[in-house]
């Protein structure tokens, strides 16, 4: 969550620069010179969460599952990117999106963990 809330909190402050920002990201020219940056920013955070997955594994003595690492970045992004477009579009007003993209990442967190019990096969 500390990786991704400065995201949140941007949001809250910007919503409509926020909102348009992310959707040149999403459906912007592929040879836009910042939609390219800023999708090689967001592989950066990917891949910082994925490692921070990865450290967390190796500390509890876990299998090493890169892979499985990879997935639960990239979906711990997707939650945030849709925890960011709420601001935007008044999406779910009765829930709080700090506290939903909590539980999201908590449950994704939870579920990487879980594959690392199974064989990289399953």
């Given at each position: ?28 020219a ?32 876990l ?25 935007s ?34």
């Amino acid at each position: 969550m500390a990786m991704v809330s400065p995201i949140l909190r941007l949001a809250k402050l910007h919503a409509d620069n926020l909102a348009t920002y992310q959707s040149q990201l999403l459906f912007g020219a592929p040879s836009q010179k910042y939609r390219r940056e800023g999708l090689q920013i967001i592989a950066g955070l990917e891949a910082s969460i994925a490692q921070r997955l990865c450290d967390l594994a190796a500390a509890r003595k876990l299998p090493q599952r890169p892979d499985a690492a990879r997935l639960a970045a990239i979906a711990i992004f997707a939650v945030t990117h849709l925890a960011v477009s709420r601001a935007s579009t008044g999406a779910h007003p009765d829930h709080d999106p700090e506290a939903d993209l909590r539980l999201q990442i908590r449950q994704t967190v939870a579920g990487f963990f879980a594959t690392l019990a199974e064989s990289p096969s399953a």
